[in-house]
């Protein structure tokens, strides 16, 4: 492990993983609902950005200007290719946050994005990103923050510390990374069935053990091996974050805030009793053990009034982004409910035509059935769901149309080998991504070089071939070729039917 890395894992890659929620776009619904304004997008940071599928994609696809560092050089350079691709203008470096966070020329930001990376840090790189954030984030700018969390960590922190300890101790570096792990997960599992009373205590430790034998090494090498590693109470990073001016706004995601969600009646009248944001948000993390959290958290927050409020929200523009009959009419976040039927069906017999729709117009349409306020809480819902977003201005998306269209040509080129690992395309319209799975990925590439519809199967058959391949199907390899080619018709019909129509509203094609 180098120096430079300050005990976080560099010298293994991270996973080529996209997060929505370091999208500015996807705050503006939960930031309404909590009854604040988004800021105007101009400047946004990624501290620790990983292999920067996040941040290409939302520098590609959305208006601000993005500036971002991750100090292993492998990220940055992957990041850096894929940003001169897409001609997105982001700024990528690959230095240490003392580093970054001195530079001279980095301006004011509306929004900063720290996805995981508290909680495997020092506390001497958190006091210097908590002064960058007094500097740099500007009045009425947004922090997305997520981190591991307490007291949900408290359990299972015995089987990170004790694979850590392991890894750090009894293993080779010299030894493949991967049998490291698997030598380090063994070893975990043998002393766990000799310590029956640790779990009778903590039954859940063995599934949870069960669970990373399902994980990607290199996931588990930076979520449960780095030096660094503490999860915190929400007082705790309450404490951090009041040094930079920053009050809570909400959660990420509506749901993580819907009380049906949450609480049982009888929780949620404990609950209401608070009149102290802050230490309900301790409370509600007692009550639903909470693990981890994903925040936004804003820089002189003002609330709207009612009239500010019902205005943000007539004025903004949604897209269903899921086909009707794959919309279930349950919600899921700490618990599962029933969705009103009543009220949700009336929004989306409007929505379901995928087109851009005014919410304000929306609204309106459906002011003899519901009120206001039940048409944008049910959007929030649906948002919560993933099954609908806030969608840019038209200026916003041809701006956007050409640097998406060369982010996504050169995914599309790149997968035609499949150790090509990165699933996810850009749309201008929401400014965010699109997952696309390998073989829809090759019958997007016929329709993009305009091969006959008729031959894109043979089109996908010859690429598999090429790239020397296996097909599965049910988890069982496919040899014959027509049994290749019958599932490939099979995956093409759904293509055609699923993931064509919604390329074309996304504005991908």
């Not at 010298?11 to 996807?26: A, C, H, M, Q, V």
């Amino acid at each position: 492990m180098s120096n430079w890395s300050e005990g976080y894992t560099s010298d293994i890659n991270y996973t080529f993983g996209y997060y929505s929620e370091l999208n500015p776009n996807n705050m503006i619904i939960p930031l309404l609902m909590a009854g604040f304004k988004a800021p105007e997008m101009l400047n946004a940071c990624e501290l620790g950005f990983g292999q920067g599928i996040s941040l290409n994609i939302h520098a590609t696809g959305g208006q601000a200007k993005w500036y971002a560092t991750d100090f292993n050089p492998s990220h940055a350079n992957f990041a850096q290719q894929l940003s001169q691709i897409a001609n997105n203008g982001a700024l990528i470096a690959d230095q240490g946050f003392k580093e970054f966070c001195q530079r001279d020329d980095l301006p004011e930001f509306d929004f900063i994005g720290l996805h995981g990376i508290w909680s495997w840090i020092s506390d001497e790189n958190r006091q210097i990103i908590v002064d960058f954030l007094q500097r740099k984030l500007k009045v009425g700018g947004v922090l997305y923050i997520s981190y591991n969390t307490l007291p949900g960590w408290s359990a299972p922190s015995p089987l990170r510390h004790l694979l850590s300890q392991y890894h750090s101790t009894m293993t080779s570096a010299s030894s493949d990374y991967r049998q490291n792990i698997q030598q380090s997960i063994d070893f975990v599992e043998k002393i766990f069935q000799q310590s029956p009373q640790l779990i009778e205590s903590s039954p859940h430790l063995l599934p949870r053990l069960q669970g990373l034998k399902e994980k990607e090494p290199n996931y588990i090498v930076h979520e449960y091996l780095n030096q660094d590693w503490q999860p915190m109470y929400f007082s705790d990073i309450q404490k951090w974050l009041e040094q930079a001016k920053l009050s809570f706004a909400c959660s990420s995601n509506y749901l993580d805030d819907f009380d049906m969600c949450l609480y049982s009646s009888e929780q949620q009248q404990l609950m209401s009793s608070f009149n102290h944001t802050n230490f309900a948000q301790t409370v509600k993390d007692f009550i639903v053990n909470k693990q981890f959290r994903r925040d936004f958290w804003i820089k002189g927050g003002v609330k709207l009034n009612g009239y500010q409020k019902r205005q943000a929200w007539r004025k903004l523009d949604v897209l269903l982004l899921t086909s009707r009959h794959n919309i279930e009419m349950k919600a899921s976040a700490h618990l599962t409910i029933d969705l009103n039927a009543d009220l949700f069906n009336p929004i989306l017999d409007k929505l379901q035509d995928h087109k851009v729709h005014n919410v304000g117009k929306l609204a309106d349409s459906l002011k003899k059935r519901l009120s206001e306020y039940d048409v944008f809480a049910a959007l929030a819902v649906l948002s919560g769901k993933g099954h609908l977003s806030a969608v840019q201005s038209n200026a916003q998306i041809k701006a956007a149309r050409p640097r998406c269209d060369a982010f996504n040509r050169y995914i599309l080129e790149q997968s035609r080998s499949p150790e090509f690992t990165v699933d996810y395309l850009v749309s201008p319209v929401i400014g965010a991504a699109y997952r696309i799975k390998l073989l829809d990925r090759w019958f997007l590439l016929a329709y993009i070089e305009q091969v006959p519809q008729e031959n894109w199967v043979t089109f996908v058959f010859n690429l598999l071939k090429e790239s020397n391949a296996t097909l599965n199907k049910n988890d069982q390899p496919l040899h014959n070729d027509e049994d290749i080619t019958t599932y490939l018709t099979e995956i093409y019909d759904n293509f055609c039917q699923n993931h064509l129509p919604m390329l074309k509203h996304l504005g991908i094609i």
